[in-house]
């Protein structure tokens, strides 16, 4: 089983639509949790990260479920913009700052 | 501000052949990192640095990889000799001591092995 595994992709959706990605990790000691986006052929950026009590900026909903080992990330009314993949990353407990990035979820917002 | 800045940002070898790759992180981050990513997953990380001391490299392929931090600052990757398996994008990546999480990739090297 992979440490960090996510939905398999492509999503395929229509403007203004909600969309919602999973990721589910194996290490339950896991401490830290974020959202990266990545468009293509470009590096990696922080989305958000994904605190305990859920957290919202704007559009973007993230939330963790410890108890089942998953993130969540909502998108709410979907823009031809967020057309990118999606990689959920995980800092395995007591590990300074790495993390383990799953294979990512490619969406695709179509008008 | 300037971001993490990498070259080559291509590179083409034969297999057996060595390559370099270099990457200056944002001025003041103390951590730097080095990916790989290969084509349809995500980033690995191969060596993490804190100042010019190695932090992790328990995924570096030791045999034929090599990473650098001589100064605190600038990194150089090294793969010597290079198998058709390395060709990936190569990421660095850097973050503030008190903000491991918060990480800035540059535009990676994509590398090809033929």
């Known amino acids: 089983r992979k440490e960090v595994e996510q939905d398999p992709g492509p999503f395929n959706v229509p403007e203004g639509a909600t969309v919602a990605f999973n990721c589910t990790y194996s290490n339950s000691a896991s401490q830290s949790f974020f959202w990266y986006r990545q468009d293509c052929r470009k590096e990696p950026k922080l989305l958000m990260s994904v605190y305990s009590s859920g957290n919202e900026d704007g559009r973007f909903t993230a939330q963790l479920n410890r108890a089942s080992q998953y993130i969540s990330l909502l998108i709410r009314d979907s823009k031809l913009s967020d057309s990118a993949t999606y990689l959920c990353a995980v800092n395995p407990y007591n590990q300074g700052g790495k993390l383990i990035f799953g294979q990512g979820t490619e969406l695709s917002v179509k008008p | 501000e300037a971001g993490v800045a990498q070259s080559p940002r291509y590179k083409i070898i034969e297999k057996r052949q060595s390559v370099a790759f270099w990457c200056n992180p944002i001025s003041g981050h103390a951590t730097l990192y080095w990916y790989q990513q290969i084509l349809g997953q995500g980033p690995k990380l191969l060596i993490q640095f804190q100042n010019n001391g190695v932090v992790d490299d328990s995924q570096l392929p030791k045999d034929r990889f090599s990473a650098e931090r001589l100064k605190g600052v600038d990194s150089t990757l090294k793969i010597q000799p290079a198998k058709l398996e390395d060709s990936a994008v190569y990421l660095c990546?850097?973050?503030?001591?008190?903000?491991?999480?918060?990480?800035?990739f540059g535009p990676g090297t994509r590398l090809t092995v033929t």
């Open positions: 990546a850097s973050s503030l001591d008190d903000r491991p999480y918060e990480q800035y």
